[in-house]
């Protein structure tokens, strides 16, 4: 399994940013398995962005992006996106993505949002916001 980040750099407050997954070693529209984007800055532990279970027709969002951020996923590519909307300075952070197989049901957001329930990372992508 392979999940390569892209998408950071620098980014204005009140501006957009979206990022890229691509995963290698899961067909995102056939296997079963759970996602997550995730997002840390130094010495804080990994918050969690965004999830979802391919077993379930629902999205996570973390408290601190809900309606501002958008994931969408492009099965030809095998590709996740992460859209991020009126970004604020304290979005800013290296983003990571996520993976894990199996089927997952009825978690909830708390779970699906924690990094232990997921086992291949990405190397991660950073995003810098200026003011």
């Known amino acids: 399994v392979q999940l390569v980040e892209s998408g950071g750099g620098s980014v204005q407050v009140g501006g957009s940013l979206t990022l890229s997954c691509e995963v290698s070693?899961?067909?995102?529209?056939?296997?079963?398995?759970?996602f997550a984007w995730f997002r840390q800055v130094p010495e804080k532990e990994r918050e969690g962005v965004s999830a979802?279970?391919?077993?379930?027709?629902?999205?996570y969002y973390g408290a601190s992006v809900k309606g501002r951020v958008s994931v969408s996923r492009d099965d030809a590519k095998n590709i996740v996106y992460l859209q991020l909307n009126s970004v604020k300075q304290e979005d800013a952070a290296t983003y990571y993505c996520?993976?894990?197989?199996?089927?997952?049901?009825?978690?909830?957001?708390?779970?699906?949002?924690?990094?232990?329930?997921?086992?291949?990372w990405g190397q991660g992508t950073r995003v810098t916001v200026s003011s």
């Open positions: 979802f279970s391919s077993s379930e027709n629902r999205i």
């Open positions: 070693g899961f067909a995102l529209d056939e296997d079963n398995y759970i």
């Open positions: 996520a993976i894990n197989g199996g089927i997952h049901i009825g978690i909830g957001s708390r779970a699906m949002l924690r990094p232990e329930r997921y086992r291949a």
